[in-house]
């Protein structure tokens, strides 16, 4: 299973940006999946998290800003970035609570990590 981010990169403060995760290879149910930021210096830090029924929880910093979505169909979560901060500059990773098989447990993966950048 890979999970492959893209659509990071520059943006000035009060602007948006889209990030989109898709999982691929041996798929039989992906639930939980969320995105995470790392700023140079700081912890790993949860950004916002989506089951798969649609319910959604944000890190304090983002609500009313940044919203998260996803295609079940298409095992693809989105992350849309609005109202651009500085702090909101760091590399951010994709997680998904991946089933291979119906006879297998969960497993978590993560996306080798995006850069977003916030300056004027």
């Known amino acids: 299973v890979q999970l492959v981010e893209s659509g990071g990169g520059w943006m000035q403060p009060g602007g948006s940006l889209r990030l989109s995760c898709a999982a691929s290879?041996?798929?039989?149910?992906?639930?939980?999946m969320g995105w995470y930021r790392q700023a140079p210096g700081k912890q790993r830090e949860l950004v916002a998290r989506?089951?798969?029924?649609?319910?959604?929880k944000y890190e304090d910093s983002v609500k009313g800003r940044h919203i998260i979505s996803r295609n079940n169909a298409e095992n693809t979560v989105y992350l849309d970035l609005h109202l651009l901060k500085h702090e909101d500059t760091a590399i951010y990773y994709c997680?998904?609570?991946?089933?291979?098989?119906?006879?297998?447990?969960?497993?978590?993966?993560w996306g080798q990590g995006i850069q977003v950048t916030v300056s004027s």
């Open positions: 290879g041996s798929i039989f149910r992906v639930d939980d």
């Open positions: 997680n998904a609570d991946v089933t291979g098989a119906l006879w297998e447990d969960s497993k978590l993966y």
């Open positions: 989506i089951t798969r029924g649609g319910i959604t």
